[in-house]
């Protein structure tokens, strides 16, 4: 905002007695371009802003002209924001903490029964509906006796929101300090007087100990709640209060990724301090909350359940959820007679062949405690010169030929398999039958390969037929024209020609419409085969016997295929539902 405008109420112009010197003239184009100039200047910092004259303060030159310039109806005598704050006389005040509902009676009882009070009690502040009396024979409006105190009178509190709904509204806390702390004092004064008589008499000794443990504990007895003399109770209580000096498990690692912490349960189950250099002391102290699910009887109860498996696939009936007293016994048991038999095979071992002295010699570091060895570690435990590093295994079995193969699975590929190269068989569990597979594997391949090529042959030998017939009907036709003249033998030519043309065209008219009948009774028949389920299906399908689709049965598809953009498509498919069902 860069100017202020006064504005004159129509009242007050009244008042002082016209209209004609009061009214502001238009502002030329230059007082408008100054005014612009000193409103940047008051965004730029450069320019002093305006001073509320309410309140002092300076008016951010950022709030809109619309906001900060008062309205016509509000007067002011320079710039303002009290427009725009919340007028007092309209603020709803709400009642203070102090106020609230009054319990109990005020301790006063009428002599005499008044008007408006309770015809059962005679005490005012409710009727004879409400009264918590019992009813009396007579009441005390006809028989003026026992007036009981009155009620106090509640006042009209004015709540809010939060206040309406909140559960330790009218509570006060004082309460809890003179009637429960002072029972508790009460009570640690009696156990000190017990105490001490017993301490007297010799029946307990003085615990020296205690009182030095105090300030390790606690700092002083200056702490609400916490006595000179602490017992065993307050003792540990203190003791479990977390230091506030540590730092939270959330804070350890405050990247994106890190691990996850469930505030419900206050747990960080991953490292915080994984792929960290430089954090092992912290890691030491933290490392995630995954280990607890591998301690304790975690790993018994999950060898239990494997020993359950086990058992059951041997013929046991055992549950591990349901009988674990059973399973317990029969892994007991098992075990025990495990550990027999490897002692006994191990006993009769070392008395057929000895060397019971070896088994119980010490390691060689320690027997021999001095080594020529240069070894350098690094901070992880890695050998870094030295030793010579072990290779690193891949995680496939290398070198492996089971069943007398003589190379591994996946040493050969065909028609998208893999297989072994040395019997080209594509069964992983196969046995190897060496270059007898090879053969085979080539005789299989061999009909498949003649078939194809009887099929490409086909073809062309019923077109080398009809061309040897035309060359006979040629030869003919040119013996008997051999005595016409040369014109009219090559007009004849070109009459051939075109009727063969049209010959042509015809037999692959007749083609299309036969392979277009066998296109629609084909897919008749897959929507029968589909409507009627695998059950049905026969197992002769001839799957050996597919080839490649001629060029009049792919132009045959693509006219009968139905399209989902086709206006017909429904009525089409309801024509195909009609022929399966007259197939049936």
């Not at 029964?113 to 409400?130: L, P, Q, S, T, Y």
């Not at 490292?271 to 490392?287: D, H, I, Q, T, V």
């Not at 674990?324 to 057929?352: Q, W």
């Not at 030998?461 to 040119?478: H, T």
Request: with cysteine.
């Amino acid at each position: 905002m860069a100017s202020f405008k006064h504005h004159v109420t129509a009242s007050t112009l009244l008042r002082q007695g016209g209209v004609s010197g009061s009214i502001d003239e238009r502002k030329s184009k230059g007082d408008y371009r100054r005014d612009k100039d000193l409103e940047e200047e008051r965004k730029a910092g450069t320019a002093p802003a305006m001073v509320d004259i309410e309140t002092g303060r300076d008016i951010n030159p950022h709030i809109p002209h619309f906001i900060s310039q008062n309205p016509w109806y509000v007067p002011s005598e320079g710039p303002t924001l009290k427009h725009q704050r919340p007028h007092a006389e309209r603020q709803k005040t709400d009642s203070t903490m102090e106020e609230w509902y009054k319990k109990g009676t005020t301790g006063q009882a009428a002599t005499k029964f008044r008007k408006g009070a309770c015809e059962n009690c005679g005490a005012m502040g409710h009727v004879k509906k409400d009264c918590f009396e019992r009813p009396r024979k007579v009441g005390a409006k006809f028989k003026e006796a026992d007036i009981q105190e009155d009620d106090y009178v509640q006042p009209v509190l004015s709540l809010g929101f939060e206040a309406k709904r909140d559960r330790w509204n009218g509570y006060d806390p004082e309460i809890h300090q003179k009637q429960v702390m002072k029972e508790f004092e009460r009570l640690e004064e009696a156990r000190k007087l017990i105490k001490s008589d017993q301490i007297k008499e010799g029946l307990q000794e003085p615990e020296e100990e205690a009182e030095k443990d105090e300030d390790k504990y606690a700092e002083d007895a200056d702490m609400a709640g916490v006595s000179v003399d602490m017992d065993s109770r307050t003792r540990i209580t203190v003791r479990n209060l977390r230091i506030r000096e540590d730092t939270a498990k959330y804070l350890y690692n405050l990247n994106e990724n890190a691990p996850y912490y469930d505030p419900k349960s206050r747990s960080m189950r991953e490292n915080p301090f994984a792929n960290m250099p430089g954090k092992e002391k912290e890691a030491a102290k933290f490392s995630g909350e995954n280990f607890i699910r591998y301690t304790g009887e975690v790993v018994e109860a999950n060898e239990a359940q494997v020993f359950a498996w086990q058992a059951r696939c041997q013929g046991v009936d055992v549950h591990a959820l349901a009988e674990p007293t059973k399973l317990e016994a029969l892994k007991r048991e098992f075990n025990k007679e495990k550990s027999n038999a490897e002692n006994k095979t191990k006993k009769e071992l070392l008395s057929k062949y000895g060397g019971e002295e070896y088994l119980e010699a010490p390691p060689k570091e320690l027997l021999l405690a001095q080594t020529e060895k240069y070894v350098e570690y690094s901070r992880k435990g890695q050998i870094l010169k030295g030793e010579e590093r072990p290779k690193i295994k891949s995680r496939y079995e290398e070198d492996v030929y089971p069943s007398n193969h003589e190379s591994v699975f996946g040493s050969f590929w065909k028609n998208g398999q893999w297989g072994y190269k040395c019997c080209h068989q594509f069964v992983k569990n196969s046995y190897c039958i060496g270059e007898a597979g090879i053969t085979q594997a080539a005789k299989m391949e061999a009909p498949v390969i003649r078939e194809e090529k009887i099929r490409e042959d086909e073809v062309p030998v019923k077109e080398d037929y009809k061309e040897e017939e035309k060359e006979e009907e040629e030869e003919k036709s040119s013996s008997e024209s051999s005595s016409e003249s040369s014109s009219s033998s090559s007009s004849e030519d070109e009459d051939e020609k075109e009727r063969e043309k049209e010959r042509e065209k015809e037999l692959e008219k007749e083609k299309l419409k036969k392979a277009i009948k066998k296109a629609e009774k084909d897919k008749v028949k897959a929507f029968r085969e589909n409507k009627e389920g695998d059950r049905k299906r026969k197992y002769n399908k001839g799957a050996d016997t597919i080839s490649a689709p001629s060029e009049t049965e792919v132009e045959a598809f693509k006219l009968t295929t139905i399209h989902s953009s086709d206006p017909m498509a429904a009525y089409m498919h309801e024509k195909l539902e009609k022929k399966a069902r007259k197939g049936k």
